[in-house]
Each structure stands twice: as structure tokens, then as C-alpha cells.
């Protein structure tokens, strides 16, 4: 059975990396499986009954997609999954089906279905609605919307109100085509601005009783097939343009392999389209005869969708980082999701505010996507866990500047923290000095204030578990080394609330002596600054901290 799934889920296109199943009891999935089949189908039914989407397009495909997964994990309770079109059909048939298209995961996918296939072209997955346009004498007389592929609505009342080139073609001619109705944008680059929900918008203006010229002014078409127009491509998409329909022929191009459709995906993604688009459509040359078309994915043709800007991800686990200063980062492990071309496996929730406005815990379904392209973020809790473990966050009143020089209970990671900021480069510049081999001392008992290390003597570091001799040769030349470094590295290393240009001379005794006042006639330094540096100068543990480096012959203490 954990092949089957396994294989089946490979045909979903899910951020997802594991596909893995939930441990739930039965009852809990069938909630569940309920819950999000009626979620979905209220969403299908606002779509296609008001043309509006409450849900982005692919966060909508990765709900889908996990509803699907439900399924197959728990088939004893989960029902045949529906058809999303249901709600869509209408009154009218399409004079020829529609077909739909299978989406595949990933490059290694891709490569397969190319395999062995001859005369394959690629083109922008245009996002907008899916029409079938009737003309006579090159005049448009019908618009019928994609409906469940076989039967969709009349929309033909608002061909007056369309732009004249989509209405009268360049010749009069007979012919029925299937296409793409988008809202045409300017320089519109999908890797950076996404989709912006222009498929509603068009949606939207279809389902309006009456729809007026000035509004419609941004439509276009891209035609996707003529099922009784030439057969080889070439010559379909340049009488196309000659018709005065050029958006296929600029956007499609023969490919040869899986490197050319993926370049071609990648200067479509990141390069200025006039429309929004999800992804790329492989379509092979040759295609059955369209009376043999049928509403379902067809064999000739697949997508290859964009990398998601958003991606639903499960909560593993939230933990609490108190960093140097004191302030606690809830750090969100989830599962492992694919966001734009990166693994995501930990995301920040930036405040132990924000994550308790939210209220993260683990199981929840969170919604991710990228801050300037870059970093992970969160932009909301999508779905409650069915079983929520409700985590206590640590304290804030707890931790703050002067707080944990030492490894007391509770006060572990601060102290971490202190200690790689004094090794680093800010600091000490310790090369090879790094977490973990802070942690390897303080798990060996060597390290309850942050300069025991400066006393290690070689043979104590040789003993250290996870280190060898040579490491520890090396470890224990890179402290003494330490010891000689300039006296303003040892106080920014120790931490010191000051501006970063602020000449801090060559005296401790001469900066602990100074008042708030004479902080403040420093350069860069204002009263909350000034009280701050007293504050550090005054603490008993930093006092301490000087007092041993000072009977360590330590440069200016």
C-alpha cells in the first residue's frame, strides 16, 4: 500500500517533499477528509458561480492535491474523489471537448514524458479563463466557458463589449478554436509579481449579467488549439497571427530535450510576458482527430508548473531561540516544502508576539512564501491540527541584555549565544570556533562563565570526546592566540551596547567609570544608549567577567 501511495501522490504536482501519511485514528480522518472536501467545495462553487476566488490559484491546486493524499492514505473511509468542474457545467455543449492537462512534478517527470515523443513545442501556461470561441464569416458568434469540458455557459452576450480584434478576424473565415482569455499586463515578470489573481478578475467580468466595452479594454486571447485547423504547428500558429490571434506564435517554440523546455521555462518565468502565467504547456505535433477529443487529460499534452510563491506546509515542531540580547525568535519546523527553487524546512515567526497572535503549534497547516524573493516567512495558519500539542513559550520577562552569563538551567542558549558572538568576527575572530564546539565544552563541564576557555590547559581539550588531538593541538593554540587579541575586541566581544564606529580607547576602567552624561557626549550615543552602557558596565556578572580577565593579563583590563 505505501508503494501505491507513494506512486500515486508522484502525479500530484505538491511542494511537499515527503509524502508520508498522518498518524491519525479513523474517526480524526474522516473529520478531516470531510472538513477539507466542503472547504473546497465551497470554493468551487464561489469560482464558478460569482467568478471570484477566495484562494490563490496554487494554493487552491496544493489543497486539492492534499485532499487527494487523505485519500489515499485512508481509503477504508475516504469516497471517490469528485470532479472540482462539477459546479462549472452548463447548459450549452462545446462543439468540440475540452481536454485537460496533467500536471507533472519535476524535471525527472518532465524528462520522461518527452522521452521517445518527436515534434514537441512548448508554450507559456497563460492564466486566465479557458474559453471555446465559435466565428462565421470571421465574426465571433459564441463564447462558451470551459464549464466541465463538455458543457459550459453561453457568455456569447458579451462579444459586443470584447476588443474588435478578438470580435472580427482578418478574413472571413469558419472556424471554431479554444483558447485562453487573460487580462493583458505590462511587463509582467510571474518570478517576481505572481499571478496577482488576474484570473478571477477575468472570471469575475464574465460573470457579470452586463459587461461594458471600457471594462473589457484588457482582455485578450491566447489560442491553445484549433481542433480542425492545420496540423503542423507552424502553419496553425502563423495563420493564426495572419488572422490577427499572434499571441501563439511569439509564445511558442519547438524543444528538442528536457534542457530546452526547462530554458525555456526559465526565460518565461523571469522574463516581462503582457500575462500572467503558472507554468509551461509540452504539446506534442501530432494529435488525434478532434472528434475524438475528450473532457479529460489528454496524452498529447502536460504542464509544467512554476516553483510556488506560496506553499502549504504542516507544522513539525516551534522552537524558542532566546539570542544574546535576550530576545526569543520561535523558530517553526515543518515539513519539508518546495518555495520557489529552495527547501524550506524551518521558517522564523519573527516575534514571540506574532506567534502568539497566531498561535502555532504543531500539526497546524501554515501558509509560506518568500520575503523579497528570499526568505521564508509566514503569512498565515491555514488549517488547525487535528490534535493540537498547545506549546508554552519560554518567558520573555526572564531574558534580556544582562541576563545568563552563565549555563544555569534555563539559560543554555543565551550563553550559547554569548559565546559564538565572542568568537566571532565581530568579536575574538576564533577561525574553527563555532557552536558546536562550545557545546562539546559545556557538555564536558569546562565551561560555567564565558572565559573558562582562556585556563584550558592542552591535555584537558585532548580528553574532549568528538575531538582528536591534532583538532585539539589546534583548538587550544587558536585561545591563546585569542588572548593577544586588541583590547576594543575583547568589550565588543563581551558584548558592549555600543555603536559599532564608537572609539572605546584602551582602558576598561576608564569606560565602567563614565556617567550617563558623559556617555551621552559621545558620538552616536543618545540617553537610552547611554543608560544602557552603565547599566552593562555596573552588572556584577560583567564586573566578574573583567575582574578574570584581568588576572589573565588581558590587554586593557
Known sequence: MSRLIAL????????????????????????????????????????????????????????????????????????????PLASAAGPLRHPVAHTGLDKLADEQAVGEWLTGRQGVWIQPKVDGVAITLVYRGGRLVQLISRGDGLHGHDWSRHIPALPVNLRELAGEHDLILQGELFWRLDGHVQAEAGSRNVRSKVAGLMARQHLDAEDATGLDLFIWAWPRGPEDPRERFARLAALGLPNTERYSQPVGSLDEAARWRQHWYRSPLPFASDGVVLQQSRQPAAARWQARPSHWSVAWKYPFAQALAEVRDVEFRVGRTGRITPLVHVEPVRLDD?????????????????????????????????????????????????????????????????PTPGCQAQFLERLNWLAGKQGLNMTGVGPQ????????????????WIELPAQDLARLDGIAERSSQQLYRTFQQARKQPFARWVRGLGIPAPSAL?????????????????????????????QLVAFFQDPQVSSLAARLREQAIEGF
Open 8 to 83: 500515486l501522490l508522484s502525479c500530484f504536482a505538491l511542494p511537499a517533499l515527503a509524502d508520508t501519511c498522518p498518524d491519525w485514528p479513523e474517526a480524526t480522518a474522516n473529520t478531516r477528509i470531510t472538513e477539507l472536501r466542503e472547504r473546497i467545495g465551497h470554493w468551487d462553487r464561489y469560482y464558478h458561480s460569482l467568478g471570484q476566488s477566495p484562494i490563490s490559484d496554487e494554493l487552491y491546486d496544493q489543497y486539492l492535491a492534499r485532499l487527494q493524499r487523505l485519500r489515499l492514505c485512508f481509503p477504508g473511509i475516504a469516497e471517490a474523489v469528485g470532479n
Open 342 to 406: 529552495r527547501t524550506v524546512r524551518q521558517v522564523s515567526a519573527g516575534s514571540l508576539k506574532r506567534w502568539g497572535e497566531l498561535d502555532i503549534q504543531p500539526g497546524d497547516q501554515i501558509v509560506l512564501s518568500l520575503a523579497g524573493l528570499t526568505i521564508p516567512r509566514i503569512e498565515a495558519v491555514a488549517e488547525r491540527g487535528p490534535e493540537r500539542r498547545v506549546l508554552v513559550a519560554p518567558d520573555p520577562a526572564r531574558y534580556h541584555a544582562l541576563s545568563c552569563w552563565q
Open 437 to 452: 564546539t562550545w557545546r562539546r565544552l559545556q557538555e564536558a563541564g569546562q565551561l560555567e562563565s564565558l572565559v573558562d
Open 503 to 531: 572609539d572605546l580607547g584602551d582602558s576598561w576602567a576608564a569606560l565602567a567609570a563614565r556617567s550617563v552624561e558623559q556617555w551621552r557626549q559621545q558620538a552616536g550615543v543618545g540617553a537610552l544608549r547611554a543608560r
